[in-house]
C-alpha cells in the first residue's frame, strides 16, 4: 500500500506540469491565482515538494478541475451524481454538476402555496437559463412581468434585475444553468424537411 502511495503522490508533479502548460499558465500567474510562492511550485511540480491538501486545493481551484484529476484517483466507473439538495428562499435545489467554477446546473422546486409575493429583483454578476418542467413560473425581468409555462425557456444576463416565483398556487419544478458573465447558451438546430 505505501509503494502505491508513493506512486500516486509522484505522479502528480508531472501531472500539474501538464496541466498547467496545457492551460497556457506560467508559473507566475498561477501563484498570483492560488497565493502560492513561484518556488514551492516549482518544487511541487518537479517532485521535489511532496503535494498536500493545502498545496492541492488551491491549485484544483484554479483550474477548476476536480481534485481526483490533480491525483490521478482511478475512476469509479460509476458516472452517477450523488446531488446533496437544500432549501434556499424556501426553495428545493438540487445541484446537478459538481464542477467548482463555469457553468453550474440545478434543478429548482417551488413548493405550492399562495402566489402573492413581492416581487423583489436582483442583480448579479453572471448568465441564467431556465427551462420549465412542471407548473407555471412567473419571471419579473427588468420591466417584463412573465409567465412561463412548461417546456418554456428563458435567457437572460443577470446584470439585469431578475425575480422568480410561483404564477399560481401550484407547485413549480424547473431546470436552471447558471454561466460567468459573458458565457452564452446556444441551442444550433438544423432544419430538416420530411
Known amino acids: ?26 508559473l507566475t500567474a498561477l501563484s498570483q491565482t492560488t497565493g502560492i510562492p513561484i518556488s514551492t511550485l516549482s518544487r511541487l511540480e518537479s517532485g521535489q515538494r511532496r503535494p498536500g491538501l493545502e498545496l492541492l486545493l488551491p491549485i484544483a481551484k484554479a ?21 446533496q439538495p437544500f432549501t434556499h428562499n424556501g426553495m ?4 446537478l454538476t459538481r464542477k ?16 402573492d409575493l413581492e416581487p423583489d429583483p436582483r442583480s448579479h454578476e453572471g448568465y441564467h437559463w431556465l427551462y420549465v418542467l412542471n407548473g407555471r413560473l412567473r419571471l419579473v425581468l427588468g420591466d417584463q412581468d412573465l409567465v412561463l409555462t412548461s417546456g ?7 446584470h439585469l434585475p431578475h425575480w422568480f416565483g410561483n404564477a399560481d398556487a401550484s407547485p413549480v419544478e424547473f431546470l436552471s444553468i447558471l454561466g460567468p458573465q459573458g458565457e452564452r447558451f446556444h441551442i444550433r438546430a438544423r432544419y430538416q424537411p420530411t
Not at 475512476?75 to 446531488?83: C, L
Not at 467548482?100 to 402566489?115: D, E
Open 63 to 83: 483550474f477548476q478541475v476536480p481534485l481526483d484529476e490533480l491525483v490521478g484517483a482511478p475512476a469509479s466507473g460509476d458516472p452517477r451524481i450523488y446531488p
Open 1 to 26: 500500500m505505501s509503494d502505491e502511495f508513493d506512486d500516486v503522490l509522484a505522479a502528480v508533479g508531472p501531472r500539474l506540469r501538464e496541466l498547467r502548460r496545457r492551460r497556457g499558465a506560467t
Open 152 to 158: 418554456e425557456v428563458a435567457e437572460f444576463d443577470t
Open 100 to 115: 467548482p467554477g463555469g457553468l453550474q446546473a440545478f434543478k429548482q422546486i417551488l413548493p405550492a402555496g399562495p402566489n
Open 92 to 95: 428545493m435545489v438540487i445541484p
